[in-house]
């Protein structure tokens, strides 16, 4: 299968590009994504006939419909990374909290967030592509505090690619940051850079703009790709766990096959629920996607009035910071999937020079049919985690948002599957003032604390961190980005 472009083709482009080529350069004519051409169809059959079969089996039926250009090794390959994940059999649990209501657990990966889900195995098939075609490859990530733990563990020792991580010096947990400056490889480089995550997107951006930097890439002949979701080769794997959630209802006889369920997604750039978008287009009966937000409620706005509007800028620090965003990058593959190529070139344009873009009526009414959506105070948050614990569950502020809005849009009466994104590991002060009232305790603190009083584990790989050596210890001002990054290339 092919891939074609939210925004339409420039003149001097091809129209299609192959799934390696889609991958390798993820950004399309007008600045726009790669979508595929169409998408597959399952139909009850693919679904009855996958009840039984491990998430592994599942995972290469699915994909092997999109008839990408990957070695059907590779793929093998690359699935088998989810052996590491706790349960091998089982990398994603669905937990069944109530009655009609479950928690698909997508954090059981190797950095205990949502994002190895998909960057484990993209990080196998990004590397043997490149090598493939013995072409180098610089993935620059700028992270909150998920997508660089994630990155750096796929991507380390990987042949012909190196990684640059730059996250905010005072704005990730302890955890987070452990997981990143202490990771080592001859191909990584972590950088911490002075500020909060809007310094450290601006500093890949200043990166991205700088013609020294780019002729500097040609003369090592290195070819810039990203790992973030606007990459489809993220995007792909995330179909696959909204059908497993589904077909596991089936299976712990929650639901009858054909039945339609909820599936509740705590939201930011909008990777996560585009799988499950697309898994819906394929057929899975869902009754709608929800939308989950924080504060930064960009998105619930948008489905509940069409207005996608950023001119005020001003992006709040949460206690989900996972989902501090205002420019949700795969929003656009939403708008093309409803509206066309033609129509989206136009709305993002609105966006890049107004900041601001509105939908029609008829347009809402089309985006309404598949979304709802609700947002979650950090103090709404909080309860939320102290009830779900009295009730026997654990879990983090990013999975928190969501029962706002099962609470306020969802009808009790249909199954939801809610999408829990981290393990409350990565984000245990948070946690530990909901559940003890201990005001900014230190990670290693917190995570003492509420092992204690949940009467749980601090995993290994998590406890480890306190005692690992830090091999990157550069924490630099912006202005100086470019010459850090140009030593270690
Ligand atoms: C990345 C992330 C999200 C947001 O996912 P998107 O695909 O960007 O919408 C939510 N929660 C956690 C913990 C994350 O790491």
């Known amino acids: 299968m092919n891939f ?8 001097n482009k091809e129209q299609t590009v192959t799934f390696s080529q889609a991958i390798l350069s993820p950004i399309a004519s007008f600045g726009g994504l790669y979508v595929p051409e169409s998408l597959p169809q399952l139909g009850e059959d693919f679904l009855n006939k996958h009840l039984n079969s491990s998430y592994k089996k599942l995972a290469s039926d699915i994909l092997s419909k999109f008839e990408i250009d990957i070695e059907q090794s590779v793929i093998d390959e690359a699935l088998s990374l989810y052996e590491k994940f706790d349960d091998p059999d089982n990398p994603v649990p669905v937990v069944k909290l109530k009655e009609n209501l479950y928690v698909s657990e997508l954090y059981h990966g190797p950095t205990r967030a949502f ?16 090598q493939k075609r013995e072409e180098n490859y610089l993935i620059l ?3 909150s505090g998920d997508t660089g733990p994630a990155a750096l563990e796929t991507f380390k020792n990987q042949k012909n690619i190196q990684v640059v991580c730059m996250y905010p010096a005072k704005g990730t947990s302890d955890v987070q940051r452990l997981q990143m400056v202490t990771e080592d490889a001859k191909n990584l480089k972590v950088i911490g850079i002075k500020g909060n995550f809007d310094d450290a997107q601006a500093a890949l951006k200043n990166l991205l703009a700088s013609e020294s930097f780019k002729n500097a890439l040609k003369d090592k002949n290195i070819s810039l790709s990203a790992a973030n979701s606007v990459n489809f080769g993220r995007i792909i794997f995330q179909i696959v766990y909204h059908i497993h959630n589904y077909l596991e209802l089936v299976r712990q006889d929650g639901i009858s096959m054909g039945e339609k369920v909820y599936l509740n997604v705590p939201s930011g750039n909008f990777g996560n629920v585009l799988g499950g978008f697309y898994a819906q287009n394929m057929g899975l009966p869902v009754e709608k996607l929800v939308i989950s937000s924080n504060q930064n409620n960009i998105l619930t706005r948008l489905i509940q009035t069409g207005i996608y509007d950023i001119r005020e800028g001003d992006l709040k620090l949460t206690t989900s910071p996972a989902m501090d965003i205002l420019k949700s990058s795969n929003v ?6 409803l509206y066309g190529a ?12 107004k900041n601001i873009y509105t939908l029609s009526s008829y347009e809402l009414v ?15 948050g909080k309860a939320y985690i102290k009830a779900a614990f009295e009730d026997g569950y654990l879990m983090d502020p990013h999975t928190a948002t969501c029962f706002k809005t099962y609470e306020t849009k969802c009808n009790p009466a249909i199954k939801s599957i809610i999408y829990s994104t981290a393990e409350w590991t990565k984000f245990s002060p948070v946690i530990a003032d909901a559940l003890t009232g201990e005001v900014d305790a230190k990670d290693s603190v917190a995570l003492e604390s509420i092992a204690k ?5 601090i995993p290994a790989i998590i406890k480890g961190l306190f005692d690992k050596k830090i091999v990157h210890d550069w924490v630099i001002e912006k202005e100086d980005i470019e010459k850090e990054i140009l030593k270690f290339l």
Not at 4 to 11: D, F, H, L, N, S
Not at 453 to 457: H, L, M, R, S, T
């Open 4 to 11: 074609i472009q939210t925004r339409g083709c420039e003149k």
């Open 115 to 130: 994002k190895d889900m998909a960057l484990q195995p993209f990080g196998k098939v990004l590397s043997s592509v490149a």
């Open 141 to 143: 990530a700028a992270t």
């Open 332 to 337: 656009e593959r939403i708008l093309y999937a």
């Open 342 to 353: 033609d129509r989206t070139r136009e709305l993002m344009q609105d966006l890049d020079s």
């Open 366 to 380: 089309k985006l309404q049919e598949v979304f709802i959506a609700d947002y979650c105070s950090d103090d709404e």
């Open 453 to 457: 009083e949940a009467n749980v584990e």
